[in-house]
């Protein structure tokens, strides 16, 4: 499996972006996808996952309703958007794959997504 992610970049607190994470190997709707994030000194934490079928979803308390992950199966993309931008965001943000988990599942821990993509830097500026 392998992953790209893009769309990071400098914004202002308050601001938006929107992350993509395009992956490949297998089938798309096989994969549960997450994002996942790490600010420097800090330990890589859980932002949200979406389920394979993509009608199910889970946020980090940190990013409820600022954040949603979405998934295209038929691009073969997940994505989050990121509204409302808080210093606090500032990491290098990572998607990542779980493969042939059950359809509805949405994971949260670190070791249950085995494929990891090169990380995207969002920076929020006070």
């Known amino acids: 499996v392998q992953l790209q992610a893009c769309g990071g970049g400098l914004v202002q607190a308050g601001g938006s972006l929107r992350l993509s994470c395009t992956a490949s190997?297998?089938?798309?709707?096989?994969?549960?996808m997450a994002w996942f994030r790490q600010a420097p000194g800090k330990e890589r934490e859980f932002v949200a996952s979406i389920s394979r079928s993509g009608r199910t979803s889970r946020y980090a308390d940190s990013v409820k309703g600022r954040f949603t992950i979405s998934r295209d199966n038929a691009k073969n993309t997940a994505y989050l958007q990121l509204n409302n931008l808080k210093p606090e965001d500032t990491a290098v943000y990572h998607c990542?794959?779980?493969?042939?988990?059950?359809?509805?599942?949405?994971?949260?821990?670190?070791?249950?997504?085995?494929?990891w993509g090169q990380g995207t830097q969002v920076t929020v500026s006070s």
């Open positions: 990542a794959v779980a493969f042939d988990y059950p359809r509805e599942a949405t994971m949260q821990g670190l070791g249950e997504y085995a494929y």
């Open positions: 190997g297998h089938t798309f709707s096989r994969y549960t």
